[in-house]
């Protein structure tokens, strides 16, 4: 049975995304795109095999505030993207390890939301819910792994472990 927690121990701004879940904060590689290829980053001074990115890790594009999940890791400098989200060139990014959200005891997160909407999310238990109104300064009591882009009008929203 889930608690609704009330004190938090780890936050992390969260990009609304259809093509990634929540990252747990525990990136693993960052830096800038330096080139363009369709549903890839590319960074020729990248480490991507080295930092041990793999496949399902989650990418932002914290300078479009877009986000993708990792397909495969191609070589040290270019990963597979499930989105095109790098569409121009020298666009900040940080990749964050998929695994350690369940791995660290956190199959979840709580959503607090600074700007009022809707918030559609999946929860740990593959619930895909919209909740309406949602009020500034709100905590959603549900755990969640997905923050949908499409039907989420709520802004400024954290996730909170």
């Given at each position: 049975m889930s608690v609704f927690k009330s004190q938090?121990?780890?936050a992390l701004e969260v990009i609304k995304?259809?093509?990634a879940n929540i990252?747990?904060?525990?990136?693993?590689?960052?830096?800038?795109n330096t080139s363009v290829t369709v549903a890839s980053l590319v960074n020729s001074a990248a480490?991507?095999?080295t930092n041990n990115v793999?496949?399902?890790?989650?990418?932002?594009?914290t300078t479009d505030g877009t986000a993708a999940t990792v397909l495969e890791v191609v070589s040290q400098t270019t990963l597979l993207l499930?989105?095109?989200i790098f569409t121009a060139t020298a666009k900040a990014y940080i990749v964050y390890t998929a695994s350690s959200q369940t791995s660290n005891g956190n199959p979840g997160?709580?959503?607090?939301?600074?700007?009022?909407g809707n918030v559609k999310v999946t929860t740990i238990g593959g619930d895909i819910v919209t909740f309406n109104a949602v009020a500034v300064g709100s905590v959603l009591p549900v755990q969640v792994i997905k923050l949908h882009g499409t039907g989420t009008s709520a802004?400024?929203?954290d996730a909170l472990w």
């Open positions: 938090f121990s780890r995304s259809d093509n990252p747990y904060p525990a990136d693993s590689s960052s830096g800038t480490t991507f095999v793999a496949t399902g890790d989650i990418v932002y594009n499930n989105a095109d997160c709580n959503l607090y939301i600074g700007g009022a802004t400024l929203i």
